[in-house]
């Protein structure tokens, strides 16, 4: 899928998790609500850091670049190092491989959770503004297409505090879910979890398929290009994800967000 439909789908997942944890027994304060999904739209461009023309690649204009140049050179080594004798052994770059499995969202997601617990507010801050950033991108993607750079990140910045304030305000969520001594903030390692699985699973319903499962190997195959049958795929960007997936995004994690705030 294309960056909006990536990043919509991820705001209506974490909107989603709102609905299941309240019903569980465990509300999310409405900041951790709003934040969450707005951490999980960002989350859900993450995995195509693997590509160059994706929009997390010249989101943060110099750095990210290089950042992109490096994963996808990490990403083509893994696949080689690790392919079985189904893979291809004539693939060119790492697009859909390694950022796109359960392991790679799974391991940045507790890594972000480690620099909020041991980093500190500062921490806290960087991965906000991060995400903060690419929701912008991916949300209001006509409005920063036409936007400089310098007045996205000024936005990303300024939304991080301001929601950084807002949650250290007591009763309004650093310490959702995990409450113990120091453990402040540990949750905002799962929307970025959430949102890579989204993610992938997107990329799923494609005509590519994705890797979720690597490195478990299914059959001949480490790195199987997991999908739904063919005849159920579509490309990116096609007038399904458009007319049908995008607004059915909009209404779902909207009735979600309802409720996840105890309104029904």
Not at 129 to 147: C, I, K, P
């Amino acid at each position: 899928m294309m960056g909006p439909a990536h990043s919509l789908s991820g705001a209506a997942a974490w909107l989603g998790a709102g609905a299941v944890a309240s019903a569980t027994g465990y509300p999310m304060p409405w900041p951790v609500l709003v934040v969450g999904a707005l951490i999980c739209a960002g989350a859900a461009l993450a995995p195509d850091l693997d590509h160059k023309a994706a929009t997390i690649s010249r989101a943060f204009g110099p750095v990210s670049k290089r950042m992109c140049e490096i994963v996808d050179k990490l990403s083509h080594a893994t696949y080689k190092a690790t392919r079985m004798k189904g893979d291809s052994a004539s693939r060119k770059g790492g697009h859909r491989t390694l950022t796109h499995t359960w392991l790679w969202a799974v391991l940045v997601g507790a890594g972000a959770s480690a620099m909020a617990i041991f980093g500190g507010r500062w921490a806290v801050l960087f991965i906000l503004f991060v995400h903060m950033v690419l929701a912008v991108e991916g949300l209001l993607w006509r409005a920063a297409r036409v936007s400089s750079d310098i007045l996205v990140w000024l936005l990303g910045a300024t939304s991080a505090w301001s929601l950084a304030n807002t949650l250290d305000q007591p009763g309004n969520g650093a310490d959702w879910l995990f409450t113990g001594p120091g453990q402040e903030y540990m949750w905002l390692g799962l929307p970025i979890i959430l949102g890579a699985l989204v993610h992938d699973i997107g990329d799923a319903i494609t005509v590519s398929g994705c890797p979720i499962l690597w490195p478990i190997p299914v059959g001949h195959k480490r790195w199987y290009a997991l999908g739904t049958p063919k005849v159920m795929r579509f490309k990116a960007g096609a007038w399904v994800e458009n007319k049908v997936l995008m607004p059915a995004f909009m209404v779902v994690g909207g009735l979600c967000g309802v409720v996840a705030m105890g309104w029904v």
